[in-house]
């Protein structure tokens, strides 16, 4: 079977190649939480510090080696350094099932991180290099949905293998290893796909470059997207870490947090299946409209007299979140050239990982700056920043940034 590419067909085994790729970055850190809770009595010796830094180190670590990555791409062989990831990646999952010592796991939780940060823009600059046009679109939409899809399933998952021994979780990180076996027809169909961006981008007698700006990359394009992407990521953000405090100061049952998290990611998954038709329906007011339901979404949260209210707030925040993001990654493309365009995805990747570092340190500034400690707080006042953001895009939607036709 042929998948159409927009510069040709590529085979279905390729495209699941990419996807298993894209599944991938949503891992990190995963394996540590369901098990957190033991780590001390596992580990008596260990420092609260000690243990955070299990979670916090890959994503330090990830954010040096994402923008490596982005610049090794244009110099390295593309697929090559992938390899170089997947095999670290794997490496960092094996080895956690062997590791018996605090120290131990901390060196391979860096490790993961080093492995993660060098797949993570790769992930989406296959996309880039593979498809253009509507076909990209629609892929990057596919891989957005992939990604929360897996983030869903492994979380069920490492908390069943939580339940039988406390390092089975890190099973998950050997996933890589189909990736590998996969690489070796990415690996194939690279030298192709190579030649045909060459050929649409380099006319015969002259050499014009695409984009104009300095260092191949269009730096106030690319600037607007990360400031954009990060703003939206911190905004969203409220979901995951302040609602469950929210509903425990509500009285709300604290266990149906959880339900209304996986709900929030479920509903970033959606939109994927079906991102090339939203925007063909939506065109220059796509993320307006997406905009508009994560404000709505977060007023729900807000307002909500009962916990139910929450779930259609916690779902249009995802649904508008789960449009924006891949959207933002296929207008990450046309800011590059084809030979820069992962460097350029690599600094708006990196975006999301800032926000989810300072988001709490975010939170707690303005908290302090308004002498408050209410739980509303962080909805009322991303509310704030959403409706900003809107009044942004309506002012300039025939502009590059939310020009998505």
């Not at 390092?167 to 996969?182: H, N």
């Not at 779902?315 to 365009?341: E, F, H, N, R």
């Amino acid at each position: 079977m042929k998948i159409n590419t927009g510069q040709g067909t590529i085979p279905l085994i390729t495209l699941i190649g990419i996807w298993s790729v894209s599944a991938l970055t949503s891992l990190p850190g995963l394996a540590v939480s369901p098990i957190l809770g033991e780590l001390s009595t596992i580990f008596p010796h260990a420092t609260e510090l000690d243990i955070q830094m299990l979670t916090s180190l890959p994503s330090l670590l990830i954010i040096p080696f994402v923008l490596l990555a982005g610049k090794l791409a244009g110099k390295r062989d593309f697929i090559r350094l992938l390899r170089v990831g997947l095999w670290l990646f794997a490496a960092s999952g094996l080895l956690y099932l062997f590791s018996s010592r605090m120290w131990q796991l901390m060196a391979v939780s860096a490790l993961l991180g080093i492995g993660a940060g060098l797949i993570i823009p790769l992930s989406t600059g296959l996309i880039s290099r593979y498809f253009t046009g509507e076909y990209r679109v629609r892929q990057f939409g596919y891989s957005s949905a992939i990604t929360n899809m897996t983030l869903v399933v492994a979380t069920a998952v490492t908390g069943y293998l939580a339940e039988v021994h406390w390092r089975l979780p890190f099973a998950v990180y050997l996933l890589p290893l189909i990736s590998l076996v996969l690489s070796a027809y990415l690996k194939k169909d690279a030298a192709s796909v190579t030649i045909k961006q060459a050929a649409a981008i380099i006319p015969p007698i002259q050499s014009t470059p695409v984009i104009s700006g300095k260092y191949g990359i269009h730096i106030c394009h690319l600037v607007q997207l990360m400031l954009f992407y990060g703003l939206v990521t911190y905004v969203v953000l409220a979901v995951t870490f302040n609602l469950p405090f929210l509903m425990e100061a509500h009285h709300f049952s604290s266990g149906n947090s959880g339900l209304m998290i996986s709900l929030f990611f479920l509903a970033i998954m959606a939109p994927g299946f079906m991102l090339d038709s939203l925007v063909k329906l939506l065109g220059n007011k796509t993320k307006l409209y997406s905009l508009l339901a994560i404000a709505i979404g977060l007023l729900l949260i807000w307002i909500s007299p009962t916990e139910w209210l929450i779930v259609p707030g916690c779902i249009l925040v995802g649904l508008g979140y789960g449009i924006i993001q891949p959207l933002i990654y296929d207008k990450t493309v046309d800011t590059a050239t084809p030979q820069k365009t992962t460097l350029a995805l690599a600094f708006v990747m990196v975006m999301n990982y800032l926000a989810i570092l300072l988001s709490p340190f975010i939170t707690d500034f303005f908290q302090w700056i308004f002498h408050t400690g209410s739980q509303e707080f962080p909805f009322i006042f991303n509310l704030c920043i959403t409706i900003l953001i809107m009044h942004w895009a309506y002012a300039k939607k025939e502009e590059f940034l939310f020009s998505d036709k």
